[in-house]
């Protein structure tokens, strides 16, 4: 359990705050302190009152008793689960999460606009000097970079360039969600509070999220809960955990948590067992010599110390993961799947072009790709809830397809209990006590089996539905997200379950843990294709980030896996070539737009030099003034549009040096490859 000095300047204190919903004791007494610049994961099972908390935080939610405390000018930001539903467009809507920029940019505007008109001289000058102090603050907020930092936010979470003018209410729940997220961000509060954050990205969002986070934190202090470990391991610096009505404090991510938890249960049953032999010894000798008017003293001693003597206060150990048990899958031929020039478009646009693909029995695989690259498509292609355009998919024989998505809990039936529903799909002379079994791994444990669906929240129907999945006898699943609304209990006993399940899979998923543990081999779906990834997981992900936001990504190279060392390093000039070509117009561009810049900013140093002169508002000079000033206006918005150019041609040629790094490091791997198997 961490320590810290109470008197170091806290971003938020927390002092015997406590809590009660309808009977339930969520907060008792609960005492925390948040540093500047701490990344805090929050942790503790479902229902402990983590989101409260947060709520509590925000002020949204009063206390029963005790006190929140902000550091006095602190902002702070909520990342909700609610979905806004503003009409304007996804740059905008980011924009407006720093409310500061967005109310001296309207402002600014309503005084050009007042400007056009015939003033008083006193108010003309009062105006001007109003916008001088707009200028100076939009200058201090780097508001000219304003629109490049929201787009660069806006592509790391997944979305596409040409998306970021599009209508918010275009896009659809999950999407709106990363928007919020993204606005955020973008509004940079002194403390961050994230409600699993996580929950709407791709594994390639996440991973970007977790970069940005640790990049970016600074003196912001975050607060974070998830149900993810890799995203916490990796996001925060220090652990809380919220037990028993108790937050306690400990150094260190979840993983360091884990251990500092042993130790500490340890040290507390080390603790209990001396206690309790202590109480034990007083005892008996008060029962021996309470009669003995000669030992009355020692007695009377032995009461008092037995007072004194406090209990041990016990926090209940880390229970065991629950163990999801898959019935055993019919056996199946050796090749379970043949994909043969498989094509995919929706409208215009190709997903999937000439994929040629082989699963075989047992075979564990992890699709990885942005968000729109096709694995669901893929999924859905395979399962036969989607009908390819061109190519075909040849099951093996006795392979039996099952395919989880997040809207299969659609398909349960409400009036049912949990077991009733679980039993409707299990397999022949599959028994209660087997039945039981697999839904205790996924929480439904006791007299839980006996919830009607229709009283389920929606986190337990997923869970639900998975078990339908599991009893399907199917030997090839197809999991779309399906750690989405477990907790780490359930999402552990879900990585052993398909650790241990001996048909094959295809899965897709955020959760890296997952990944990691269940897939021995990952597939990239991109740009139409579907290839193997020959490195880690770890390494997809740090190309991935550089990549993530490629709009238009370069053609697919050929595969290099039987060239020779010639045609690889033909390839890579290839690569160079093409890079060249298709930057050089957006380079002559941003020279150009450079050069417009820097004779903006002259012309407009040169007029605010003009305007900070004692005799500019002298009446003599009212017309000229006139004219000054709305030039000024004019320069302000032609800088605004070319910074706003800058970027954006910027960010295409980042973009695009960052994907032909991608194809030219593939090159690089199989060019060592090849020398170590030369003689």
């Known amino acids: 359990m961490e ?69 006095g000018g602190t902002r702070i930001g909520l990342l909700r689960q609610e979905i806004r539903d503003a009409g304007q467009t996804l740059l905008a809507e980011t924009l407006s999460g720093d409310e500061e920029l967005t109310a001296l940019r309207q402002e600014r505007l309503q005084i050009e606009s007042h400007l056009q008109k015939t003033l008083p001289d006193a108010e003309h000058a009062q105006q001007v000097a109003r916008m001088g102090e707009i200028d100076l603050r939009l200058a201090a907020i780097h508001a000219y970079s304003a629109e490049g930092r929201a787009a660069t936010i806006l592509t790391g979470l997944g979305f596409a360039t040409e998306d970021l003018l599009r209508p918010l209410h275009d896009f659809s729940g999950g999407w709106r969600m990363r928007s919020q997220l993204a606005r955020l961000l973008f509004s940079s509060p002194d403390l961050l509070l994230l409600d699993e954050p996580t929950n709407h990205l791709d594994l390639e969002s996440a991973a970007w999220l977790e970069n940005h986070l640790k990049k970016n934190a600074g003196a912001q202090a975050l607060i974070i809960v998830s149900h993810d470990r890799a995203f916490l391991n990796r996001a925060t610096t220090v652990t809380v955990e919220l037990e028993n009505g108790r937050l306690t404090r400990f150094s260190g991510p979840f993983d360091a948590w884990l251990e500092q938890k042993a130790t500490l249960l340890n040290t507390l049953e080390k603790q209990a067992a001396q206690t309790s032999r202590r109480r034990e010894e007083l005892e008996c000798f008060i029962r021996r010599f309470r009669a003995k008017a000669t030992k009355a003293k020692q007695v009377q001693s032995r009461i008092k110390a037995l007072e004194r003597l406090e209990p041990v206060a016990m926090t209940a150990p880390s229970a065991r993961p629950p163990r999801i048990r898959f019935p055993t899958p019919p056996a199946c031929s050796q090749e379970v799947i043949r994909i043969r020039r498989l094509k995919k478009s929706y409208g215009e646009k190709t997903i999937l072009s000439e994929v040629n693909l082989e699963i075989k029995r047992a075979q564990k695989i992890g699709l990885v790709g942005i968000n729109g690259a096709g694995k669901s498509t893929l999924l859905k292609l395979i399962a036969g809830d989607l009908t390819p355009d061109g190519g075909s998919i040849t099951l093996g024989d006795r392979v039996q397809v099952a395919r989880f998505a997040q809207h299969a809990q659609e398909t349960l039936q409400p009036q049912q209990s949990v077991l009733e529903s679980a039993a409707a799909a299990a397999p022949p002379h599959y028994g209660e006590t087997a039945l039981r ?28 539905a998975l078990a339908h999945l599991f009893l399907s006898g199917a030997n090839l699943l197809l999991l779309d997200e399906p750690a989405n609304h477990l907790d780490m209990a359930a999402r552990a006993a879900l990585e052993e379950a398909l650790s241990d399940y001996p048909g094959a899979v295809m899965l897709v998923t955020h959760d890296r843990d997952l990944m990691e543990a269940a897939c021995e081999a990952l597939w990239v779906v991109a740009n139409g294709q579907v290839t193997v990834w020959e490195g880690s997981l770890e390494g997809y992900l740090e190309q991935a980030i550089h990549a993530i936001s490629t709009p238009t990504p370069l053609p697919n190279s050929p595969s290099p896996a039987t ?59 009212k017309e000229r003034l006139k ?53």
């Open 437 to 464: 079994s697999l839904l205790g791994g996924l929480l439904f444990s006791g007299d839980a089996v006996k919830t009607r669906v229709a009283d389920l929240s929606g986190g337990e129907r997923v869970r639900l």
């Open 627 to 679: 004219n000054d000033m709305a030039r000024l206006g004019q320069l302000e918005n032609e800088l605004h549009n070319a910074m706003a150019t800058w970027e954006q041609l910027s960010l295409e040629i980042a973009e695009r040096e960052a994907a032909a790094e991608q194809a030219l490091a593939r090159l690089r791997a199989n060019d060592d490859a090849n020398q170590n198997d030369t003689p």
């Open 3 to 71: 320590q810290r000095n109470p008197a170091c300047h806290s971003v938020l204190t927390i002092e015997k705050i406590s809590k009660n919903i309808a009977g339930k004791i969520l907060l008792d007494q609960a005492d925390l302190l948040v540093h500047p610049g701490e990344r805090v994961g929050l942790i503790g099972p479902n229902g402990t009152g983590k989101t409260t908390l947060l709520r509590m935080i925000l002020g949204e939610v009063e206390s029963d008793a005790g006190s929140i405390r902000l550091r």
């Open 563 to 621: 060239g020779s060392l010639r045609e690889i390093r033909r390839q890579s000039a290839q690569i160079r070539d093409r890079l060249r070509q298709e930057t050089q117009g957006a380079r002559r561009q941003l020279e150009h737009v450079e050069k417009k810049i820097a004779t903006l900013e002259e012309e407009q140093h040169r007029l605010q030099a003009i305007l900070a002169a004692p005799d500019a508002y002298a009446a003599e000079f």
